[in-house]
């Protein structure tokens, strides 16, 4: 695992603590909580994971995971990203599953690269009447890398 220089620390975490509780119970998909200055960070080790809702989908993460999302509009790159939406938080020692969340629980994430899909070929045809489309499609993509889980210990 390559060495990285800055650490999350307990400052990051009492931060994610200042998202007032209406903005998570209006359904917030996404809090800005600043930039990093360069991809350099630490991830500690921490064994936990989380379901977390990231708009329409929900992914199981654990702390240094790389997921791929739907591309998140105000997000640019190295900004550190607050998900308040945890479904359920799971430790060997305990599981956590929220009603429909999880309370006081949430991922920080970081995004590390703004970035495009393989192409998928759109074809259709009707048989006998000469009649054909063909287009492709990119999806746009936000890779997220976990920081951290906070809720369960």
Known sequence: M?????????ADRASAGDVSEEALDNGLVFHVMGKIPTLSYLVPPKEVFAVVQIGAHQHKVTTDDVIYIE????ADVNDKLLFPQVLLLGSRSATVVGRPVVPRACVIAVVEQQTRDAKVIVFKKRRRKNSRKHAGHRQELTMLRILDIIGVE
């Not at 591309?71 to 105000?74: F, W, Y």
């Open 71 to 74: 591309k998140l509009k105000n």
């Open 2 to 10: 390559a060495q990285f220089s800055q650490v999350v620390t307990s």
